[in-house]
């Protein structure tokens, strides 16, 4: 598993490998939550149910998600239980903390979720 940032103009693109789709939902988690930084607090759980008609835009609704939690709640994410059919049901575990307001959207633009090299990958653009 593995994820890497892209340099964009007043956006960073994220780019992610896994062994399954869970776990490309679990590293763009990761991955957004090393953006928002600042958990400090106890810790605490949410449940997160997003759907959406295929699996990029399903890693959209989840990662828009987690920034609304961020921004409302002051909800990190550290880790997620997550089990993925039609629909993504999570339990997140993550900490209430001072998380910066990085990230101001995350976009459709040239987003990628599909199989790769015996496992998967995923693209997306979060506007910052």
């Known amino acids: 598993m ?7 103009t007043a ?4 780019h992610v490998e896994a ?3 869970e ?3 679990e590293e763009a988690m990761k991955a957004v939550a090393e953006l928002l ?16 008609p295929d699996r990029g835009a399903l890693l959209v609704q989840w990662l828009e998600e987690l920034v609304f939690l961020a921004d409302t709640e002051r909800f990190v994410p550290e880790r997620a239980e997550i089990i993925l ?4 049901d999570a339990a997140v575990h ?19 979720f599909e199989p790769a090299d015996g496992g998967w990958r995923a693209k997306v653009v979060l506007d910052v």
């Open 23 to 25: 776990q490309v939902l």
């Open 85 to 88: 059919s039609e629909v993504l």
């Open 2 to 8: 593995s994820y890497r940032w892209v340099d964009h």
């Open 11 to 14: 956006e960073v693109e994220l």
């Open 19 to 21: 062994a399954s789709q």
């Open 37 to 52: 930084d600042g958990a400090t607090g106890p810790p605490e759980t949410r449940r997160v149910r997003v759907e959406a």
């Open 94 to 112: 993550g900490r209430i903390g001072e998380p910066r307001p990085l990230v101001k959207a995350v976009t459709y633009h040239g987003l990628e």
